[in-house]
């Protein structure tokens, strides 16, 4: 069998990445199939952190994992799945971030519904998949929102580290600015707004970073 082109091979494990991503409910069997699926396919940096995934899921009834969820992405501002809040707080520059993502997928003729919010990462994910040129470019651009979320989930032992494991691996490896950057946010956290918000700053662009994703 000839092998996937990366372009490819990526945009099948984003899909994967994004429904494992998704708040666990009755069709988390289905996403843990295919995410195996996607697995076989894939380098073992990509695949396997899919399939260690899969093994938890095995293991772990679905109100405890809907409960771990929750308490990880939903009460952890370190876990926040909302790619914006890293790179710009809960100021009035989030909000025209969110605009111009919802303008992007816009463009690629992608409509999101009222309850999806355009950063969260489940989404951009799902976006990426079917347009993986520009997709790769929204991930690399939020990389140091991505890489800080993933060691956050690491020293929660969180399940799902494993996840944002593989959807770093589908980027390339952290340049010396990425690195510093990552540091920074680190150090410092998200901004915070110093002057009042305008009052175009719609409070649709701008959620409570806490709520989870999708469900």
């Known amino acids: ?82 790619l914006t809040y890293y790179a710009h707080g809960d100021t009035r520059r989030r909000g025209l971030a969110l605009l111009q993502l919802k303008q992007t997928y816009a463009e690629a003729g992608c409509r999101l519904t009222e309850d999806e919010l355009p950063d969260h990462l489940a989404v951009v994910l799902e976006f990426a998949a079917t347009e993986p040129a520009v997709g790769h470019r929204l991930l690399t651009d939020h990389r140091a929102g991505l890489e800080l979320l993933r060691l956050a989930l690491r020293d929660a032992a969180s399940p799902w580290a494993h996840v944002l494991d593989s959807v770093s691996a589908t980027l390339p490896p952290l340049g010396g600015d990425e690195r510093r950057a990552v540091m920074a946010l680190a150090a410092a956290g998200p901004p915070e707004e110093q002057v009042g918000l305008d009052p175009y700053a719609s409070p649709v662009f701008l959620p409570d970073p806490v709520v989870g994703g999708p469900r």
Do not use: I
Request: hydrophobic letters at 45%; glycine letters at 2%.
């Open 1 to 82: 069998m000839k092998p996937l082109a990366t372009d490819a091979r990526n945009a099948l494990a984003w899909q994967a990445q994004s429904l494992l991503l998704s708040y666990p409910d009755d069709r988390l069997s289905d996403h843990r199939a295919l995410a195996l699926e996607v697995a076989a396919a894939q380098t073992k940096t990509v695949g396997g952190p899919l399939v260690r995934f899969a093994e938890h899921v095995d293991r772990t009834p679905l109100p405890e994992l809907a409960a771990d969820y929750v308490a990880t992405f939903d009460h952890r501002k370190r876990c926040c799945l909302y």
